[in-house]
Nanobody, 123 residues
């Protein structure tokens, strides 16, 4: 019902910035919860940002709070993750996710997923 494709990852030095994009296709883009997860090798997939269905409330993980912003462009059916002041510990594969309800921080509660995009932050 919803297809997600991420882009914008790459290699960046510590202190740099990246903007990740997630293009969505399907119905009801403006009425679904959207989020970004990340997963490093040997670690569990963790929620880093979430935008609720009505767009009036956002969640950010404590480790990135103040350095990231999630936003939507309804006309382009795209959700973005702006990341600033990146640190080596931010290195991970970043995934876009969507759900028609209000999922929890657990990855298993989200229905739709993109393929992921690699973000590598060098020292």
């Amino acid at each position: 019902q919803v297809q997600l494709v991420e882009s914008g990852g790459g290699l960046v030095q510590a202190g740099g910035s990246l903007r990740l994009s997630c293009a969505a296709s399907g119905r009801s883009f403006s009425s679904i919860t959207l989020g970004w997860f990340r997963q490093a090798p040997g670690k569990e997939r963790e929620l880093v940002a979430r935008s609720w269905r009505n767009g009036a409330r956002s969640y950010y993980a404590d480790s990135l709070k103040g350095r990231i912003t999630i936003s939507r462009d309804i006309a382009k059916s795209t959700v973005y993750l702006q990341m600033n002041t990146l640190k080596p510990e931010d290195t991970a594969v970043y995934y876009c996710a969507a759900d028609p309800n209000n999922p929890t921080v657990a990855a298993s509660s989200w229905e739709y997923w993109g393929q992921g995009t690699q973000v590598t932050v060098s020292s």
